[in-house]
């Protein structure tokens, strides 16, 4: 059972422009979502992470937002750049700290 | 400070046999997590450790296990290896801020290969 789902495996988006990277959950529990980004042959990365309580948090070009009612996570950023082609992956924090991840979502930004 | 480091991080087994992973968390650090990274499945939650003990476990089979030392090192042993456990094994460290933050900072990872 995914509970955290990356539904759109790639993304390609121009040079300057908005990428959005998209995440569904199932379990209403969850209490801390987390975006991560990664290289390939490295370790994931923590970009940027949003409360339950809150629906929108900002951090220079990357902006994500939490839409509780759809169990809906979104990652923007703005403008796009080509060395933010990495794979994204969200994750979600139930109580008893446990992460979950999604699948991953590649994106490349083209120059 | 040393981020998380990851020993081997290359290795090829047979079907059938064993493998110990290494882990060493950021100074400071007393939690350990372990994931499992297959294409199309994301990372995939094996276990966490803090304290020598283990506070969290994912939904995989008894042949995967681990361990936590008093420094915090961690350890995870695949015992007879299947082609599919094939993968790239993440280890991460993680540090609790409070108010439900977490900050959790992943190692290179070790990339087995089961032929």
């Known amino acids: 059972d995914q509970q955290v789902k990356q539904n759109s495996p790639s993304l390609s988006v121009q040079e300057g422009r908005i990428s959005i990277l998209n995440c569904d959950y199932t379990?209403?529990?969850?209490?801390?979502f987390l975006w991560y980004k990664k290289y390939p042959a490295e370790g994931p990365t923590f970009l940027i992470s949003?409360?339950?309580?809150?629906d929108k948090n900002e951090d220079g070009r990357f902006t994500v937002f939490l839409n509780k009612s759809a169990k809906h996570l979104s990652l923007h950023i703005v403008p796009s750049q080509p060395g933010d082609s990495a794979v994204y992956f969200c994750?979600?924090?139930?109580?008893?700290?446990?992460?979950?991840f999604g699948q991953g979502t590649e994106l490349s930004v083209k120059p | 400070k040393a981020g998380v480091t990851q020993t081997p991080r290359y290795l090829i087994k047979t079907r059938g046999q064993q493998v110990t992973l290494s882990c060493s968390p950021i100074?400071?650090?007393?939690?350990v997590s372990w994931y499992q990274q297959t294409p199309g499945q994301g990372l995939q939650f094996l276990f966490e450790?803090?304290?020598?003990?283990?506070?969290n476990k994912g939904n995989f089979p008894g042949r995967f296990s681990g361990r936590q030392f008093s420094n915090s090192r961690s350890e995870m042993n695949v015992s007879t290896l299947e082609l599919g456990d094939s993968a790239l094994y993440l280890c991460?460290?993680?540090?609790?801020?409070?108010?439900?933050?977490?900050?959790?900072?992943f190692g290179p990872g070790t990339r087995l290969t089961v032929t």
């Open positions: 991460a460290s993680r540090v609790t801020l409070g108010q439900g933050r977490d900050e959790q900072y």
């Open positions: 379990n209403s529990m969850f209490d801390y």
């Open positions: 949003i409360s339950s309580i809150k």
């Open positions: 994750a979600a924090k139930n109580q008893g700290g446990k992460l979950i």
């Open positions: 100074s400071g650090h007393r939690s």
């Open positions: 450790y803090f304290s020598e003990t283990q506070r």
